[in-house]
């Protein structure tokens, strides 16, 4: 969510007339664009804005800005702690940027824009909230083949270690039709994959007004046909909103991928009730079973929080218990932040001692990365359809002459790279995998002759027509 509104917020600038620089010492206008869901991402920034003192101190003419998460939390500790700071816009706020830096160098004092508190009524909270998404900028991506989209803003769930529904606000899902035209407007510029995103994705609900309502399936069903887009991909999903309609779009549309990114966060019912999740481990187990069953082949990766507040051994057993039978793609693990004004912070002690969280945290993640390695290892001698996204970080360090390492993604978002031409970058190809680590596929590029034999393949997906030959 933070990338986009980075590539967005540089869009808008771009129009202004301004270019991006990574030089701190060229830059006239400095931006950090910040999370707040743990205290380390927060700390990160605050010793960022520090360092940045002397350079403002010698430079006073420019405008230095704190932008999203955090500038809607901290608000006015932020000019507190850094007086330095022009500008503190909270990620609703956003499009307001240029009149803002205007704002500061016309008068010469702090600028801040925010959003109102939940606290206020609905529909003012909602409109305080807004998002920009039509001001695309491809140079932004890290490559023009993959871009996000964004769905749905917000949160209602409050999770109650959460801090994202105070700083982003009441969920609101955009209308299908200005999606469906950022779609088509990113695949005219050569996009090939959109990833739909979401705090909750599959909560996507728009009253139509003609007694219609358009749920994610429909809006998969209604973006699918979009000509030059091969593959659609949404994240994050909630495990109670992973309704049947929605698996169902996933095994009948060809384009859309066969990946779902479920976070459970704990296999403990007495955690999950903490939490405020709204479903038992059972529940979870139960929609994993039916995911498997209505879309064969599809892979699926979670998260969970270690150390919440209550956590015993016994507890965080059955979340590792969980981890060993559910056979996640991947899972991103992190220890319990408490956040200052969600309801866990105001209910719970943080009891779990830091190197317990520390020691759980280790020990989910080296039984995920045993059950990935065997996930990996399934793939072994099988031949997957990659887009290539373009060199790998090893690739980068390569001669351009020759072939070099590349890197894509398979339909299911497993991580594979390859040799091949740098010129590949953006196409789909096939690939044979050869060996697996916990983490990525390694394989061979299938050559001319044998793509042209796939394509009579009985196998193949309506996705795979558009292979092209590589150019070796
Ligand atoms: N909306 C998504 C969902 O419901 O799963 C996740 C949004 S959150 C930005 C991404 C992940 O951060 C969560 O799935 C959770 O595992 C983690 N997270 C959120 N708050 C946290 C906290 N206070 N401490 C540690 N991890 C946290
Ligand atoms: Fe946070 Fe829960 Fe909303 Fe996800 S569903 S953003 S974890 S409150």
Redesign the pocket.
Known sequence: ?NVLDSELVVGSLRRQGYELTHEVADADVIFFNT?S??QHAEDKIYSALGRLRGHKKRHPEKVVGVLGCMAQKDQGLILKRAPHVDIVCGTGQLARLPELIGAVRDTGKPQTALSLDRTEGRHEVERSFESYDPLRDPSMRPNRFQAYVRINIG?D?F?T????PSVRGPEQSRHPEVIAAEVRQLAAEGCKEVILLG??VNSYKYDMGDGRRMRLSDLLARIHDTAGIERIKFV???PKDMTDDLLEAVRDLPKVCRYLHV?V?SACDEILKRMKRQYTAGFYREMLHRCREMVPGVAISS???VGFCGETEASFEKSAALVREAGFKNS?I??????PG?K?HELYADDVPEEVKKRRNNDLLAIQTKMSLADHIRLVGERVEVLIEGPSKNGLKQSATGPIQLTGRTRTDHIVVFDGNERLAGQTVMVDVQEASAFTLYGNIVTGDQVGALFCGPELSAGSQRIGLPLL
């Open positions: 969510m999370c869901v743990r949160c769930k999770c270690y959460c801090i994202v705090q909750t994050t999903n909630f976070p966060q998260d969970f929080i991103f992190f220890k319990y932040s408490p956040r969600t866990g």
